[in-house]
């Protein structure tokens, strides 16, 4: 992490002001994933905008998000367990 200010904080401050930095950043990168998935499937799979979609597009649709989560889950598990590691847990 990039040196924080000194604000003169206790040790658990600190460490808690880490902490919801840490998760803000978490939800700006998963915010970011969301969008990119959204413009990935929609640019793979809508060939065009009509007042539904086709059968076709849906299971593309489907799909797509289908692969980006287990992906993400997948990401999001490796990170974790070598976080556990990295902790001695």
Avoid: Y
């Avoid at 992490?1 to 040790?11: C, I, K, R, T, V």
């Avoid at 803000?24 to 969301?34: C, E, F, G, I, N």
Wanted: hydrophobic share 35%.
């Amino acid at each position: 992490m990039a040196e924080q200010p000194n604000f003169n904080l206790d040790p658990a401050s600190r460490k808690e002001l880490e902490q919801f930095i840490e998760t803000q950043q978490a939800q700006s990168r998963v915010q970011t994933q969301v969008h990119m998935l959204t413009s990935m499937c929609w640019d793979k799979c809508v060939g065009s905008i009509s007042s539904s979609f086709s059968g076709k597009e849906q299971s593309c649709l489907a799909n797509c998000v289908d692969r980006f989560l287990d992906t993400s889950v997948f990401l999001v598990k490796k990170v974790e367990d070598q976080r556990s590691a990295a902790m001695g847990h």
